[in-house]
């Protein structure tokens, strides 16, 4: 009896430790929630040569998640790897100044919208452009997969040779800055950006009134409702407590 006693004990508590441990892992009972960023993307998000991830999207993730009642990992995957890890459930979470779109809705669920954005294209000074337009026949850089892509492709289509694709806004911008392309489009808060680092009075930002207004949302795997409750949760108490604010004015200047 006593060995039996023994056996049952041990069986009992590798059971409890077995659940314990799917608790942790479990981002929708209580675990560490793996956030997913593209760190290549400032003032959203950056990464330093330490390692550390910093930007609005970082700071406004932690006051989420610190609100919401849940911890979380932020760790940075690139654009695509991100995209994909969300939606294979290897990351809880994805935020990287992701447009919301018609067309991504039908892969993850979406956060309700915490930022809002358009594209602007930038251009150097001495430019003649106006509007997207004007750039027929010159070369367009956009980042890869993002919506100011398909603005380009929408208006010279997705065979124009014009377009280089880049992994980030940050190369396009440096290949304008050396003259391998002749514009860049780009969302207004990262554009703004680099205006503020690029030689003074060497560059501008043109703005097309057909662009049409973006808003920005966090994403989770399709399906994942506990996660997006409790991330939504977050950013209205941060609305209202003033924290939102706070951390929108750090980078962007006083709201409108």
Not at 64 to 82: R, S, T
Not at 95 to 120: C, E, H, M
Not at 132 to 143: A, N, S, Y
Request: proline share 4%; net charge positive; aromatic share 8%.
């Amino acid at each position: 009896m006593k060995k039996w006693g023994v056996l049952i004990l041990s069986l009992v508590l590798l059971f409890s430790l077995a659940v314990t441990g799917c608790a942790k892992n479990d981002a929708g009972a209580g675990g560490i929630v793996k956030v997913g960023t593209d760190a290549a993307y400032p003032p959203f998000e950056k990464q330093g040569g330490d390692g550390k991830l910093t930007g609005f999207d970082i700071e406004l993730m932690n006051a989420i998640a610190k609100a919401g009642g849940f911890e979380v990992d932020i760790q940075h995957a690139g654009w695509d790897p991100m995209l994909d890890a969300v939606k294979n459930g290897k990351l809880d979470a994805g935020i990287s100044a992701i447009s919301i779109t018609d067309d991504r809705k039908k892969v993850y669920d979406f956060s309700d919208p915490y930022f809002d954005a358009k594209q602007l294209i930038l251009v150097p000074a001495n430019s003649s452009v106006k509007s997207l337009k004007d750039l027929k026949g010159k070369r367009i850089g956009v980042q890869t997969g993002t919506t100011g892509e398909i603005v380009v492709q929408k208006t010279f289509g997705k065979t124009y040779q014009g377009i280089k694709g880049y992994d980030d806004t940050p190369a396009a911008i440096d290949d304008l800055a050396n003259g391998r392309v002749d514009a860049v489009v780009a969302d207004n808060g990262v554009v703004l950006e680099y205006l503020k680092k690029l030689p003074a009075g060497k560059f501008k930002k043109v703005e097309d009134p057909s662009f049409e207004p973006e808003q920005y949302g966090i994403i989770v795997k399709k399906g994942n409702k506990e996660l997006l409750k409790k991330i939504n949760n977050g950013l209205k108490k941060i609305r209202e407590d003033g924290t939102y604010k706070k951390i929108y004015e750090k980078y962007f200047g006083p709201m409108q």
